[in-house]
């Protein structure tokens, strides 16, 4: 399931496109039949948008939001100050002791049980709130369990808000209406699209009148407990992003917050909660209007889940569960300063063609631009452009070693948007940066993740950046134009020599045994070979893998009616 509809979105549009012109010269024989009967012979992905869009033209015209919602129907609320008696602020207390009262903690969660476990451990332990923003909250067996488990915190009293990014939230209407019935909880929505009904890309299809402000989207992942403990990281609440069975098996990380840091969450995730950009369900969702009929819709939904998922003792790190932690009363945190970097909700409605110094990602390149020695970067989406070309040009003319980690052609599960990095490999590596591409083959060779499935594509979806070996850049933030221009970003820069190394050591393990090293071919200038380290000595290909001349050919044309900026 991919977290970028729009880059998904503008391949089916290119598709949908060339669909229309041929639809347009069989009309003269189409309308001597009935037209829907013809629509669905055509194959589904098409079909079901080229329908809905046909009939939104010739019917019912553009879709449009309700009249705004008024204050009193979206009241303000703020973060709960009063929380030191509860017992996630005295665990928090306890693993502090020692530490610089102006330093916050930290501890990596690289493991998708582990980082499950800790946002159930987290909302089972919760006395006072829970303050939840997600871009994408699926209806899968994740995102049900992690919904009930909300639902039961606000059943033993405990507040509970939840954010949700509006572009997935028709697929998961039916929870979400289910849990904004419960007493103590409240569920709202970011940026709604105009068309409440379908699937995503027909959503997104009949809401293209308002395209510019649609393409803007809450890109935060941020869980905050008690004000207390908070976790942010690339993770949205999928099956995909715990490693819980699904078609991919994301590799990620989170990381689990104490100290200072947590109150700038709280004033973050307030301000979202509290802005114009935000809408209650009960206003834009038909099944949140009768509360009894959504509170029974939720139980019957969320009843059979089975047991909770096993856990294993030790993650890759060596940390154990967050659970048992929580249990003993202290957690193993590492204390270093911090920087928060956040967006605020008024992004989707800046001009962000000038200067972007007050976003999130900016503040990313800096810490970036101040390296002294070296920059590692995993982003699964990388698009630098010209100006991350500029950037990266004069770190190698500072004498910095440059390695950019991505996800190779196989791995990515949006291929225009990897068409687009594609296009400055051979000046990358002219510069002198290493470039790495992460091979689900490769991985799968040697030996899938811990609660990996054999038989899901692996693909990186972490947005790390180690600097100098010491700082550590972690959050939502991918290394593209979109987190720059069109997303809300949330994003820490922490100084800890001891989580810039575990980072490091988990993605050379990734880059030496699942990835391909590319570097410049010697067949003509401009060429790229990709090279793996395999049992059997050096493996070269002089051909991207996995690109045959059919998948290169369409990405090739495609790309030319997409504008980088939109991927």
Known sequence: MSERAFPSLLTELQRLRWAFHAWCLMLPWLLRKPLSRELRRLRPGIGSVLGHALAAMLGTGCASLPAPVPQAERPHSSAIAQVAHTRLAQVARVSAEGASPALSGFRLLADGDQALDARIALARRAQVSLDIQYYQVAADATGRRFLRELADAAARGVRVRLLVDDLYAGDSRLLLAGLAAQPNAEVRLFNPLPQRRGAVATRVALSMHEFERINRRMHNKLFIADGSLALIGGRNIADDYFQRGGRSSFIDMDVLCAGPVVGGFETVFDRFWNSEQVWPVHALLPEAEEEGRARRSFAQAVMDLGPTPAVAPLDRLGYRPVAAELDEGRLMLHFAPAQLMADGPDKVEADTRGAPDAFALEGALKAMREARSQVLVASPYLIPGQRGLALMRRARAKGLRVVLMTNALAATDEPLVHWGYAR????????????????????????????????????????????????????????????????????????????????????????????????????????IEWVAQEPGGEVVHAREPGADWVTRLKLGLMSLFVAEELL
Request: proline residues 4%.
């Open 424 to 527: 400055y490999r051979a000046e990358m590596l002219r510069m002198g940066v290493e470039l790495h591409e992460l091979s689900p083959v490769l991985r799968r060779r040697a030996g899938a993740s811990p609660g990996e499935s054999a038989s899901s594509t692996g693909r990186l979806h972490a947005k790390l950046a180690v600097i100098d070996g010491r700082r550590l850049l972690i959050g939502s933030m991918n290394m593209d134009r979109r987190s720059m221009r069109a997303n809300t970003e949330l994003g820490l820069l922490i100084d800890s020599p001891a989580l810039a190394v575990e980072v490091t050591q988990t993605l050379q393990r990734d880059r030496d045994t699942g990835s391909w090293r590319l570097r410049a071919g010697a067949s003509r200038p401009g060429s």
